[in-house]
């Protein structure tokens, strides 16, 4: 029985389901790495309160500075009096047993960044131009809060062109310690991540920390990972048949004849040839191209060429519908337009 | 090479300077980075084994981008240590490097000196890019830039063909014009002439080609035609979407194969040496990526062949639909934890394959990662002889020890269990980075 792509196409959805759901079930078993907190800042905004009413240090130190429970008791200690308020809009939910804010750490960077929100204050950069949107946050999608490099870059390249180098944020450049998404499964996930995009900015450019031969070396010396024994033995021409595209993407043909001139395939065993001949069952027909003898056999005299079809056949027509069974050859008619023209 | 491994990794690891400076020049003008990398690898069956040794060296000297001179190198060495060559088929673990008369091949990728001296010069072993088709070549280019927003390259040598024997009476010549009109728009015309001769015979081909490109907001297109000699080859279209808010990348791809490619030099041939003449067709991709939030991540792609002559489709040529879906998760469920999952379906006339497997990841410790997974693959082929099915299940499970900065050791064993036999593989290796 073969595999149905609609069932391949529903374990696929159904894993793709199934992950998503686990951000869901993170609320309830969360990792080790920080707890999110939800923040509705449109709800804030809205009643008039500024970025500096609560991130009170942001223009006068490099972190912008949270709230503390005290200074949101300024305002909701009466607020959160309303026995009708939900509690997930009551300062309590983003305090811990003992009373801290446990605010999220979207927009923490990692410590070899070096960041001043003052200085960017002092330059009259408004808040919203980093934290695009983050007046209409309602904490549902951090979108105005996830800071990327690229959003850094591209400001810096046309307002600050001597402000772009890597230097002036990275405290800790060096060509043997990689950047922090270079984690684990980098070797599956790099090629999806240089396709993000090289627009304008400089995110996600590979050609930050590698030469264009870096890839080339890379890909010329490690497989990958579906080029198993089998795929060295048989596979490889199973995929090349369907698609040799992809094989060019690191195969010239130098390196196919090279293998191909001097190795013999695996069903060249005992009997192949005379007497016994067991490569008739695989062809039955003169070694012309349409079979895979031709990959090294190149116009090897063979056994008479098979007779044309009648000139009325469509050449969309099943063979089978009418030459049963009883077809005398040793394959099963499958392929009788490979000889029949 | 191996005591140079050793030596390297005696060393303690010295700083580096930044890759971009503030400085106008940079400080590697006086600094060699790269990598020194050494694997060994057994495989054996019940029956047959194989011993083989490989070492890996990247160079890199200076920043082409602010150095007058700067140069590149990437060379691999391999030495077969049990001496096992046997080609006849009957050793399932012959190998290309088996066809050489010596247990020691080796491969130099690239090396070449760039120099910036108001114009770009780069001589030695290069890979050409897009003239119209990637090319590797030992020789010159010569760039220029006539205007902010025109360039002007030439180049000329001799192909590399890395498994051919002999280069003599190859010639490869051609280059390129590219002009950037305005803000993320380009335009190019390329130009390649390959002479090649080999065991097939001598070939002489031309390749012209003019692509152009344009970015808007979060698009870009890209388009290229080509013309092999006097004839229209291809023409392949591209757009591209990236939302990084939004963590969502999409890209769709089409090409047209309008004539039938024979055989051609080494360098372009499309295999019609050995899986006969590549038959026009239409061919259309579909990529799309997306974060999930919470470390999680799906990308799948879709792509679809159709000749466009139903009748020339045969055994290597084929029409064909493939999908592919790869969802991951970083620091999930506790953190230091990746896993990705992939399934691989294509689908063509007669023959089906797919691949299912899953791969994990965690970082145990600052220096110590380990991993594992699984893949499974059938393959239904219906050769003359009736359907038949091919099963490969591999495990695998690997190990690395960050010695140092930069200083790594890697370990791997596999079992591939399929109808050939039974596979084991351990690969131990060391890397170094400079």
């Known amino acids: 029985m073969r595999f149905r792509p609609a069932l391949l196409l529903g374990l696929t959805l159904a894993a793709f389901g199934a992950l998503a759901s686990c951000a869901i079930v993170r609320t309830f078993f969360p990792s080790a790495g920080p707890e999110r907190r939800p923040f509705n800042h449109e709800a804030h905004t809205v009643r008039g309160v500024g970025c500096a009413d609560c991130h009170e240090t942001a223009d006068k130190e490099a972190k912008a500075g949270m709230p503390s429970k005290e200074f949101c008791m300024n305002c909701h200690e009466d607020l959160d009096k309303d026995p009708l308020k939900p509690i997930e809009k009551k300062v309590g939910v983003y305090l811990d047993a003992a009373g801290t804010p446990r605010w999220s750490r979207f927009t923490r960077q990692s410590e070899e960044i070096k960041f001043s929100h003052k200085a960017h204050a002092d330059r009259k950069v408004a808040c919203t131009a980093c934290h695009e949107g983050i007046a209409k946050d309602t904490g549902l999608l951090p979108a105005g809060m996830l800071q990327r490099m690229d959003s850094c870059t591209a400001c810096h390249e046309k307002d600050a062109p001597a402000k772009n180098a890597c230097a002036t944020c990275h405290t800790r450049l060096d060509r043997t310690t990689p950047p922090g998404n270079h984690s684990q499964l980098w070797t599956e996930r790099h090629g999806a991540c240089s396709r993000e995009g090289r627009g304008e900015a400089t995110a996600n450019d590979c050609s930050m920390c590698h030469q264009r031969d870096a890839c080339t070396a890379c890909h010329q010396t490690r497989p990958p990972k579906d080029h198993t024994a089998f795929w060295r033995l048989k596979g490889h021409c199973i995929a090349a048949g369907v698609d040799r595209g992809r094989c060019q993407t690191c195969h010239t043909s130098d390196s196919c004849n090279r293998c191909h001139q001097s190795t013999s395939p695996l069903s060249h065993t005992a009997g192949w040839n005379a007497p016994r001949n067991s490569h008739c069952k695989n062809c039955h027909v003169p070694s012309q191209p349409a079979t895979g003898c031709a990959v090294c056999h190149k116009g090897t005299p063979g056994h008479a060429a098979a007779p044309p079809k009648p000139a009325w056949h469509n050449a969309s027509s099943s063979c089978r519908s009418c030459h049963s069974a009883s077809l005398r050859h040793p394959d099963n008619g499958d392929s009788c337009n490979a000889c029949h023209r | ?434």
């Open chain 2, 1 to 434: 090479m191996s005591l140079l491994l050793v030596l390297l990794l005696a060393q303690d690891p010295q700083a580096v300077p930044p890759v971009r400076a503030e400085e106008p020049k940079s400080k590697w003008m006086e600094s060699l980075h790269g990598t020194l990398a050494a694997k060994y690898r057994a495989r054996w069956t019940g029956r047959d084994s194989d011993s083989d040794l490989y070492e890996y060296l990247t160079l890199s000297w200076g920043d082409p981008e602010k150095d007058a001179v700067s140069a590149c190198a990437s060379l691999r060495f391999s030495e077969d240590l049990d001496g096992q060559t046997d080609t006849s088929g009957y050793y399932v673990f012959g190998s290309r490097d088996d066809t050489y008369q010596h247990d020691a091949t080796s491969h130099l990728y690239t090396a070449y000196v760039d120099m910036n001296l108001g114009f770009r010069l780069r001589g030695g072993r290069q890979t050409l890019e897009g003239i119209p088709e990637a090319v590797p070549m030992d020789g010159g280019l010569a760039q220029v830039d006539l205007h902010e927003r025109i360039s002007v390259a030439v180049f000329g040598g001799v192909p590399v063909n890395l498994f051919e024997s002999s280069p003599a009476n190859d010639l490869m010549y051609g280059g390129w014009v590219e002009a950037t009109p305005w803000s993320r728009g380009r335009l190019r015309l390329e130009y390649l002439h390959l002479e090649d001769e080999n065991v097939f015979g001598a070939f002489e081909d031309d390749l012209l080609g003019v692509s152009a490109e344009q970015g808007a907001g979060p698009y870009r297109l890209s388009g290229r035609y080509t013309w092999l000699e006097d004839t229209s080859r291809d023409v392949t279209g591209r757009l591209t979407a990236g939302f990084a808010r939004w963590g969502f990348l999409l890209e769709a791809q089409a090409t047209y194969l309008f004539e039938r490619q024979q055989a051609l030099s080494y360098a372009i041939d499309p295999y019609s040496l050995f899986l006969i003449d590549l038959e026009p067709y239409v061919q259309a991709s579909l990529r799309a990526s997306q974060s999930l939030g919470g470390g999680f991540f799906v990308e799948s792609s879709a792509t679809v062949r159709e000749l466009v002559k139903k009748e020339e489709e045969g055994v290597y040529n084929r029409e064909f639909v493939r999908w592919n879906v790869t969802p991951r998760a970083d620091g999930w469920p506790v953190s230091g934890v990746s896993f990705a999952l992939s399934g691989d379906y294509w689908r063509s006339t007669a023959d089906d394959f797919w691949t299912v497997g899953g791969d994990v990841s965690w970082a145990l410790h600052p220096a110590i990662e380990a991993g594992a997974g699984t893949s499974y693959a059938l393959y239904s082929l219906d050769l003359f002889t009736g359907e038949e099915r091919e099963r490969v299940r591999l495990v695998y499970t690997s190990l690395r020890l960050r010695l140092a900065e930069g200083s790594f050791i890697d370990a791997r064993f596999s079992f591939e269990e399929n109808d050939v036999d039974r596979f084991r593989m351990l690969e131990v290796g060391v890397r170094r980075a400079f």
